[in-house]
């Protein structure tokens, strides 16, 4: 992504070259550090938001300011219509504006567009395509983000990556489990399926635990397969918590929705409501190899995870959130040049 | 409106000073060839929207930002109330706020007001008077900056200006054709208003083509009269899209709102019901005189303008967003004087 | 406040210590004098808004942006969800985020965080305790700024005492009073709560008149009686206009809630009806000794106070608007150290 010239876009981290990736967390490291001043001075960022966001909003445009440049906050519910994704339909319906005219008008005035897009959440096999975002980048002359999509959450694995490494160090072996979390409103697996590729192509070894029903997407699930067998790590699932805690060193707690129930608003609340008890405490903590806490918030407490554990010195979720902000300016520095 | 010191406004392009105008092309183009940076470090400009807009707000705040300056976004959705803007009033209605206190006070934060007002939409001899944004211009004590009103556009007129002088070079003798066009999402007559007299006092031909009921406004086509007879320039209106395309070296497609039907929106929608077949396609492109397609966006496709001039080569759609931001940022650099 | 380091807040002024409030203006005046630039280059503002604002989001955005930094804009409309504030409690409701998360995370992205929170309604005796912004300041680990709660209104009584010193000069023995006015929309008395300690403390002698019912908050009264005390200045209330005008030498108009109908919106709306007259006109300056007029604003015209009032040489209601951006800019100096 850092060539010069040629746009290219960040839709999902494991489209990356390793080195690439490498690249950016010792850019976000050296950021952390040290912050810079003033290298995107003059260039400005647009903020596409489809749905809404505290935490990606406020640390990207941080981020973009920080570094001497500016954020232009584009919200659906506000500043623009719905916009027609079709190639060659006859605009007669309630869009008013094909993406590919915005994508090449908002290219002329922006160094880049990051997009937080908002699934039809009709059917997960339509939605999983990630088709508007990708439309987007088809379309736009400058670096397309992706601030979180159906399928992947780029800028939070990157995050997650980054603190992993502060906290463990080299992570060839280490253990990582992700583990389901009981919520009324439960987030979109798109963290968990960047951060499962990410880690297994580190070479970490990656279990996955939820109730019967929240599996992750399958081709993923397949995709991660590979990744890991390429590099030597072990992916497992498994429907006991317990099971999956043992030994881990980092428990990753997230809630995300069923994609079996996808666009059932009716099974998948009378499905959750069977799931009580996927709460992570103190005690299943304690099953891991001094495991540490990740999630990446917003986290109902008490619910997905206890008090104690999310005050406790186990806790990574100030950090992972923090390290949003450093490695959010590692990709604005390599895909605007600064 | 380049004197120093006494605010002065753009509200609409025709009451500058035919070298004033030349004096923003010049500049519009001087900027676009080699950006400035930083000249307006510090200046604020307030932008105030009472209605949406994608365009406008994203190419005002980046020539803003771009110039080293900064904006300050207030939606009527969210961040300000109803104003009162009767003199004298006693204010026990649902407008807390009087325009001239709001106008007074917002002139000591900001150097200058962008604002795209909100016609009430019920009577145009109403509208057409722009009472609202002349109040706010009253008020003020720094420059207010129309970023369209139910009259007048003088923002895309000017980038359309630009446009119509890179594409055609001397603008005396050529021939502009403004072409209705079917769209269930109508926009407002101002964008054309503002060019129709921009491109007459530069020595134009205009023709103007739209069905029955569909006229632009009655005095401003008298306006565009007086400024053709005195320029040397010609202006004809036609109900015939081909007669009006035959021989044009620029047509520029518009969708409309009827003015005869203001304020009725069942009239409107049935007269609206009977127009269909008001599409620039690449037959109507080929009576001109190797005509290319201007158009203010949104554009509906395949309804209003067809994919192959859209895409094609005659297409000068994407360059005129384009010169919103250069022409903009001359518009700001003369007004706050960096 | 101006302490290195220790992440100090601003939820009133009396909790400042006097030497402190005096710093404060005094860099404020220098401040209008020859304006700071650039001071605060790199730093961010986060804005957060429960509750819509335009002369206080501006004035804001505008300070922190003209002294070089950032301002974020969040408002609770569109950017977040209802926050969490009970501490230990299961979060299976409406909040999927906890006030001590968010704050924790977003003082890893921002300098400060200026909160306008939204009260309740349901009981004064609940609200008047600004537990919300008081939990923000607890788990913050940035400076906290209060932009208006239930109770206080710190940036409104700074510029208000920076316009009283500038209209008045020394305010020792000078006379201050508060006039109730008639408004469909009635503010809160947070403003009016806070000007009424700060000027008792620097010798003001205060009077407040209302109609029964719209007596200020008992316990802010309590301590603005110790405060004239301890700082040898009278405060007297009185329910007669008239009364409380003879020999002021500023009338501050403002139209409050009545704390006893709080929450109950029918006996709000029947007491109001009873209040008509409470208009500050020249009949009632007159009074005064030399009378000024102030008004934080958004003013109601010829209900609050006459247009011949306002627009007259008396007002001092612009000037205390624009107060706020120089005041603003003194408070964010100190506390971000630029």
């Given at each position: 992504m850092a060539e010069a010239r040629a746009p290219s876009h960040l839709i999902s981290l494991h489209e990356l070259k390793p080195s690439q990736v490498d690249d950016l967390l010792e850019l976000s490291m050296r950021i952390k550090r040290q912050p810079r001043k003033a290298s995107l001075a003059g260039k400005t960022v647009g903020l596409l938001f489809f749905r809404g966001s505290l935490r990606t909003r406020t640390s990207f445009e941080a981020a973009m300011t920080?570094?001497?440049?500016?954020?232009?906050?584009?919200?659906?519910?506000?500043?623009?219509?719905?916009?027609?994704?079709?190639?060659?339909?006859?605009?007669?319906?309630?869009?008013?504006?094909?993406?590919?005219?915005?994508?090449?008008?908002?290219?002329?005035y922006v160094s880049a567009l990051a997009i937080r897009p908002k699934p039809a959440g009709t059917s997960w096999s339509v939605d999983r395509r990630d088709a508007e975002i990708r439309t987007w980048a088809r379309y736009a002359k400058v670096p397309v983000i992706n601030m979180e999509s159906a399928l992947w959450h780029p800028l939070q694995a990157l995050a997650d990556l980054m603190t992993l490494k502060e906290a463990l160090g080299e992570l060839r072996g280490k253990r990582l489990t992700f583990t389901w979390t009981h919520s009324p409103t439960p987030a979109s697996p798109a963290a968990v399926h960047s951060l499962l590729l990410a880690a297994l192509a580190q070479g970490m070894h990656v279990r996955v635990t939820a109730p019967a029903g929240y599996e992750l997407d399958g081709?993923?699930?397949?995709?991660?397969q590979a990744v890991g067998e390429e590099h030597g790590s072990k992916l497992e699932t498994s429907s006991s918590m317990q099971d999956a805690a043992r030994g881990?060193?980092?428990?990753?707690?997230?809630?995300?929705?069923?994609?079996?129930?996808?666009?059932?608003?009716?099974?998948?609340?009378?499905?959750?409501?069977?799931?009580?008890?996927?709460?992570?405490?103190?005690?299943?903590?304690?099953?891991?190899?001094?495991?540490q806490l990740m999630h990446a918030m917003p986290v109902r407490r008490n619910l997905e995870v206890s008090d104690a554990v999310l005050d406790g010195p186990r806790s990574l979720v100030v950090?992972?959130?923090?390290?949003?902000?450093?490695?959010?300016?590692?990709?604005?520095?390599?895909?605007?040049?600064?």
């Open positions: 920080q570094l001497g440049g500016n954020t232009i906050n584009l919200s659906a519910a506000s500043d623009f219509w719905e916009l027609e994704s079709v190639e060659g339909s006859v605009m007669d319906g309630r869009a008013p504006e094909h993406v590919k005219d915005a994508a090449a008008v908002l290219s002329c081709e993923v699930l397949s995709q991660a881990a060193h980092v428990i990753y707690a997230r809630s995300w929705h069923s994609l079996e129930d996808y666009g059932n608003a009716t099974l998948a609340a009378s499905r959750r409501a069977r799931t009580s008890g996927w709460m992570v405490d103190e005690r299943l903590l304690a099953l891991g190899d001094g495991a950090r992972q959130a923090e390290n949003r902000l450093h490695s959010q300016k590692a990709v604005l520095s390599l895909l605007l040049g600064g």
